[in-house]
């Protein structure tokens, strides 16, 4: 089945640069998005379509793709981007495209 | 604002049923691929189901197909899901989501808090 790898976990200092990478071979064909959950919370859009931000997120989540592998990067991490991501895409390797997310990745800011 | 509302989530013993609501306003409702997903304590985000805006379309996890059915009113501004024969593995917070784009694949741009469902004898 189609899977989304991504790291379990990524440690940054504050104010460093924190890179998430989300791996699956149909990458380069579909498009990813990004979430971020904190703990209790519902996930929010981080990313969408590889790179674009949603309005209201801050200029320091940007995504990017290259090949196979999706990256979000958060640049100047805040102590308040402790919190797991998520990549999602799609899988249309049947009749009709299934939702795929990531295992997760566990962002700590040390 | 947008606001997605889930309720009827619960305690329902195994092989039993349960019918998800999830209410929708700030946005017209009717013009949105809707979707759910759930996440089990303690795990990541699993993708359950997507209805189109008309209702003409629904696609199902692998592991659902079957068992629950999506479906939605848009006169209510409401999307539903029927789980029948529910086993343990099923529990989890079942979120209501809305597809920022007119198809069921793509991101999900608003969700609702949740609804706990538990199965369990």
């Known amino acids: 089945s189609y899977e989304l790898t991504q790291p379990p976990s990524v440690s940054v200092s504050p104010g460093q640069t924190a890179r998430i990478t989300c791996s699956a071979d149909?990458?380069?064909?579909?498009?990813a998005y990004w979430y971020q959950q904190k703990p209790g919370q519902a996930p929010v859009l981080v990313i969408y379509?590889?790179?674009e931000r949603p309005s209201g997120i801050p200029e320091r989540f940007s995504g990017s793709s290259s090949g196979t592998t999706v990256t979000l990067t958060i640049s100047g991490v805040q102590a308040e981007d402790e919190a797991d991501y998520y990549c999602?895409?799609?899988?249309?390797?049947?009749?009709?495209?299934?939702?795929?997310f990531g295992g997760g990745t566990k962002l700590t800011v040390l | 604002q947008v606001q997605l509302v889930e309720s009827g989530g619960g305690l329902v013993k195994p092989g039993g049923s349960l019918r998800l609501s999830c209410a929708a306003s700030?946005?017209?409702?009717?013009?949105?691929?809707m979707s759910w997903i759930r996440q089990a304590p303690g795990k990541g985000l699993e993708w359950v189901s997507y209805i189109s805006s008309s209702s003409s379309y629904t696609n199902y996890a692998d592991s659902v197909k079957g068992r629950f059915t999506i479906s939605r009113d848009n006169a209510k501004n409401s999307l539903y899901l029927q789980m029948n024969s529910l086993r343990a593995e099923d529990t989890a917070v079942y979120y209501c989501?809305?597809?920022?784009?007119?198809?069921?694949?793509?991101?999900?741009?608003?969700w609702g808090q949740g609804t706990l469902v538990t199965v369990s004898s």
């Open positions: 149909a990458l380069p064909k579909q498009y």
């Open positions: 379509k590889d790179s």
């Open positions: 700030g946005f017209t409702f009717s013009d949105y691929y």
């Open positions: 989501a809305r597809a920022q784009d007119d198809y069921g694949s793509g991101s999900l741009d608003y």
């Open positions: 999602q895409s799609a899988d249309s390797s049947g009749t009709y495209p299934h939702v795929v």
